[in-house]
């Protein structure tokens, strides 16, 4: 079983509207959760970094929250763009002591509309 | 943030060939850099792990003859893909990290697409 589920799989959105994206994972214990962008034949794009002491982070457009109670985070995306169409990856850091590892989850695919 | 870039962006190569993919770090020295394969609709799943100066450290059921890795300075890392068949057709990603393990982010290549024929 994957230690970082993403859903949902894919998304169509009309653009102009808001989504969100989410994340659980059973990485632990993890050092901070990444929101990456992936545009098809891409390597990935950071979004944002979260330590487990961090609620909320937000990068332009994009907002990742983070509840390190319940392992869940999510990505929120205002006003989309027919650019945010990508596969968007919740990607957990384990612990120092199992150096670091990134753990991926699957993505989601979003495709914005016009 | 950091570049990291890889040559080629994409390959075809005929089935028994050697392909040879290289990692750079642009503008900053990355002691450590992983090596990634990522199949279609796929999540990214990583290979090996490469400290420069010394051997690469593989995950279980990547092997090591088979994709020899290379990190002979702080910004330049090669995946060899030896005697190449169709089934390792698939997107290659490089990722880049400067200083200590302890949570210092990774910066991921561009990819590179090989196609064995």
Same mark, same amino acid.
């Given at each position: $079983?994957?230690?970082?589920e993403?859903?949902?799989?894919?998304?169509?959105?009309?653009?102009?509207?808001?989504?969100?994206?989410?994340?659980? +994972?059973?990485?632990?214990?993890?050092?901070?959760?990444?929101w990456? $962008?992936q545009?098809?034949?891409?390597?990935?794009?950071?979004?944002?970094?979260?330590?487990?002491?961090?609620?909320?982070?937000?990068?332009?457009?994009?907002?990742?929250?983070?509840d390190?109670?319940?392992?869940?985070?999510?990505?929120?995306?205002?006003?989309?763009?027919?650019?945010?169409?990508?596969? +968007?990856?919740? *990607?957990?850091?384990a612990?120092r002591? +199992?150096?670091? $590892?990134? *753990?991926?989850?699957?993505?989601?695919?979003?495709r914005v $509309?016009? | 943030?950091?570049?990291?870039?890889?040559?080629?962006?994409?390959? %075809?190569?005929?089935?028994?060939?050697?392909?040879? %993919?290289?990692?750079?770090?642009?503008?900053? &020295?990355a002691?450590?850099?992983?090596?990634?394969?990522?199949?279609?609709?796929?999540?990214?799943?990583?290979?090996?792990?490469?400290?420069?100066?010394?051997k690469?450290?593989y995950?279980?059921?990547?092997?090591?003859d088979?994709?020899? %890795?290379?990190?002979?300075?702080?910004?330049?890392?090669?995946?060899?893909?030896?005697s190449a068949?169709?089934e390792?057709?698939?997107?290659?990603i490089?990722?880049?990290?400067?200083?200590?393990?302890?949570?210092?982010? &990774?910066?991921?290549?561009?990819?590179?697409?090989?196609?064995?024929?």
């Amino acid at each position: $079983k994957n230690q970082v589920e993403q859903s949902p799989q894919s998304l169509i959105i009309l653009e102009g509207k808001n989504c969100t994206l989410q994340c659980n +994972y059973t990485v632990s214990p993890f050092s901070n959760l990444r929101w990456y $962008k992936q545009d098809t034949g891409r390597g990935p794009v950071s979004l944002t970094i979260m330590t487990f002491s961090e609620n909320t982070k937000s990068n332009g457009r994009y907002t990742a929250t983070l509840d390190a109670d319940t392992k869940q985070s999510s990505l929120h995306i205002t006003a989309s763009q027919l650019s945010d169409s990508a596969s +968007y990856i919740c *990607v957990v850091s384990a612990g120092r002591e +199992y150096g670091n $590892k990134l *753990v991926f989850g699957a993505g989601t695919i979003l495709r914005v $509309k016009s | 943030g950091a570049v990291v870039s890889q040559h080629p962006s994409w390959v %075809i190569c005929k089935s028994g060939t050697s392909v040879k %993919i290289e990692c750079r770090s642009l503008d900053f &020295q990355a002691t450590t850099m992983f090596w990634y394969r990522q199949f279609p609709k796929q999540s990214l799943m990583l290979m090996a792990t490469s400290n420069e100066g010394s051997k690469a450290t593989y995950e279980q059921g990547v092997e090591k003859d088979k994709f020899l %890795i290379n990190h002979a300075s702080l910004t330049l890392s090669t995946l060899t893909v030896t005697s190449a068949h169709p089934e390792d057709s698939s997107f290659y990603i490089c990722s880049a990290r400067a200083g200590l393990a302890g949570g210092r982010e &990774q910066f991921f290549g561009p990819g590179t697409r090989l196609t064995v024929l």
